[in-house]
Nanobody, 123 residues
Framework: QVQLVESGGGLVQAGGSLRLSCAASGSIFSINRMGWYRQAPGKQRELVAN???????NYVDSVKGRFTISRDGAKNTLYLQMNSLKPEDTAVYYC?????????????????WGQGTLVTVSS
């Protein structure tokens, strides 16, 4: 199994910056992809950004040019640098890892989630 622990959320004014961190532990060798999701009050959880083992990153349109996702393999840590924050970025941000579980010839992709960290952007 994979365990994830986020940190770095908080209160920031519009236009400010925050960096979220996600420390992974457990069966980290089985991780295929990691990403950040967010869930605003009354809304569904949405993908913000993800990154492959090869370092290819994808972003939701609303954060392109403002957010940067990165990984530090040596520290088993995922980051989300958030710049030019807007009030609409306010949400609980969750770290996600997709990892492979093999039982004999059966291969299953599972999701691991962190506990979430709150980001509040004031206007």
């Amino acid at each position: 199994q994979v365990q994830l622990v986020e940190s770095g959320g908080g209160l920031v004014q519009a236009g400010g910056s925050l960096r979220l961190s996600c420390a992974a532990s457990g069966s980290i060798f089985s991780i295929n992809r990691m990403g950040w999701y967010r869930q605003a009050p009354g809304k569904q959880r949405e993908l913000v950004a993800n990154i492959t083992l090869g370092g290819i990153a994808n972003y939701v349109d609303s954060v392109k040019g403002r957010f940067t996702i990165s990984r530090d393999g040596a520290k088993n840590t995922l980051y989300l640098q958030m710049n030019s924050l807007k009030p609409e970025d306010t949400a609980v941000y969750y770290c996600n890892a997709k990892y492979t579980v093999r039982v004999f010839t059966d291969i299953t992709i599972l999701d691991a989630w962190g506990q979430g960290t709150l980001v509040t952007v004031s206007s």
